[in-house]
């Protein structure tokens, strides 16, 4: 019976939430308050609907009328609609009235159920009052409005140039796309800062060799996200401890300016909110300014399943990633800057380099590669007019510049018509070639074919071509030699990243 009850009560939210918004709160708001009782809690429904579509449309002159219309239903007899009422009222912005009712309604009811929604609306909306009225009572109100408060008054910012001197040398994880490891490990091992401890596909395991910051690491450009290893626990108590524990509380003091909040992820194993609800509420209870936070929060922690255990990581969380603020624009099938960056780097550097990106899209290789330096020019082509526009905002935004590179729109196959392409005149042909995944190419065979011959033309003896390659396509080219070649994951199929040198 209740499962065809909720299942009427959806259905009646879907057919409410199709409305524009004039007509919802016209119209239907109005038949809905001059209903009777039952038919009020037959169509409760239009209380979600009206907080869903008002958060969806430029509704802001209606706003004191539906928080005013929406504590009418809060003081309701019928516990089911004061029950949707609460949970509304965050969606619409809740003044400091609408809070001061729902404590008031937290402190008279008897009605668990009731006080249990009280409490999860009062954590999205929890101010002072919300964490004067339940210090001590409820960990878990209270541990929201402290984030709450913090993210208002002081969202903090991860210190980047702070460099600390833990009391525990600690390991940190890099993780990437498989098969990245090998660059990963050499960018590390050429660095003054880190050291490796060990490699496994897509995760290469590092410890500094003395006091470092966030800025040190965060020169490294191979890996894609960086997470300090905290430790190990089978259960929820023993991955509270983890969390809470001093080694985890000395690396937020380290690294972070303002409140320590942070979320929690069990990586691949979707939404596990009993789990990490119970985490929460047990770090919480152990080191209370250590604040469970999704919103904004400067930090994850990552749980990742070992067999029988979970391995805990704590990740620094960037947005943008500072390597990559030069992106202000990107478009569809966009390479990865960390495989752009192993791409550079299995380049190597040769004199008086004249790089060329027959496919620059956004231009990330070609500003990987000029971060790096030591070039004379840098030539992007792409067919597409707009791309070549997002590559030149990346460039003028990308660090270490002014660069001064020459982006066209045209098929690689005229580069004759770019000054400073030609026969014998680029030293590297660097670039992520269209996969035909999510962007299709008709010919994607002929396409990497004639990148082979357009290659063997303009590189200049000595010169490489380094690319993705998405084919099983051997080169057809005398001219061009095969130096190395190695499988990557391109998240869900492998590709061949591969090396080739042109003959004197």
């Known amino acids: 019976m209740k499962s065809l009850e909720a299942q009427a009560t959806k259905e009646i939210y879907r057919r409410y939430r199709a409305l524009p918004w004039r007509q919802l709160w016209r119209e239907e708001v109005a038949i809905f308050d001059q209903s009777s009782p039952q038919d009020r809690l037959a169509r409760v429904g239009l209380i979600r609907a009206v907080a869903v579509v008002f958060s969806e449309s430029d509704a802001s002159t209606d706003a004191d009328d539906v ?126 800062r880190f050291r490796v401890v060990d490699a496994q596909p897509g995760l290469v395991r590092v410890m500094p060799k003395g006091p470092f910051s966030l800025g040190d690491l965060f020169e490294l450009r191979c890996f894609g996200t960086a997470g300090f290893f905290l430790g190990r626990g089978s259960t929820n108590e023993e991955l509270a401890e983890v969390v809470s524990s001093q080694k ?28 990490i609800r119970e985490i929460a509420d047990r770090v919480f209870s152990t080191a209370p300014a250590v604040l469970n936070d999704p919103r904004g929060a400067l930090w994850s922690v990552d749980f990742r399943e070992e067999g029988k255990t979970h391995s805990v990581e704590l990740r620094p969380r960037f947005s943008p990633d500072p390597r990559t603020a030069y992106r202000l624009a990107d478009i569809p099938a966009a390479s990865h800057p960390p495989l752009a960056a192993c791409l550079v780097r299995l380049a190597g550097r040769s004199a008086d380099e004249v790089i060329w990106d027959p496919f620059c899209g956004s ?89 082979f011959t357009v290659a063997a033309d303009v590189l200049r003896p000595g010169g490489r071509l380094v690319f993705v390659n998405p084919l099983h396509l051997e080169n057809p080219h005398p001219a061009l030699v095969l130096e ?21």
Request: proline residues 5%.
């Open 363 to 451: 231009a990330t290789e070609l500003i990987e590669s000029a971060i790096q330096g030591d070039f004379c020019s840098i030539i992007g082509t792409d067919r597409c007019s707009e791309t070549i526009a997002i590559a030149k905002r990346n460039f003028a935004a990308a660090p270490g510049g002014p660069y001064s590179p020459t982006l066209a729109a045209c098929d690689f196959r005229e580069y004759r018509t770019i000054a400073g392409l030609g026969a014998g005149k680029v030293s590297l042909l660097i670039t992520n070639p269209p996969m035909g995944m999510r962007v299709p190419i008709a010919n994607l065979r002929g396409l990497i074919a004639d990148l």
């Open 67 to 192: 928080r005013l219309w929406l504590r009418k239903c809060l003081a309701d007899p019928q516990e089911k609609l004061r029950r949707y009422a609460m949970a509304a009222l965050p969606k619409v912005g809740a003044a400091q009235e609408d809070e001061a009712r729902l404590i008031a309604l937290l402190q008279g009811t008897n009605n668990t159920r009731e006080k249990k929604f009280v409490a999860e609306a009062l954590d999205k909306i929890g101010s002072d009052l919300t964490l004067e009225a339940t210090r001590g009572l409820l960990p878990r109100t209270e541990q929201k409005a402290l984030a709450s408060i913090a993210r208002g008054t002081n969202p903090g910012h991860l210190e980047m140039h702070s460099v600390s001197e833990l009391p525990d040398t600690p390991t940190l994880c890099l993780r990437g796309r498989r098969g990245l490891e090998r660059w990963v490990q050499e960018e590390v091992e050429g660095s003054q």
């Open 248 to 275: 985890t509380q000395a690396l937020l003091g380290a690294f972070t300016e303002g409140a320590w909040r942070y979320r929690m992820e069990f990586v691949g194993k979707g939404h596990q909110r009993g789990a």
């Open 484 to 504: 190395a070649r190695h499988v990557v994951d391109m998240s869900g199929f492998d590709c061949r990243v591969e090396l080739y040198v042109r003959r004197p």
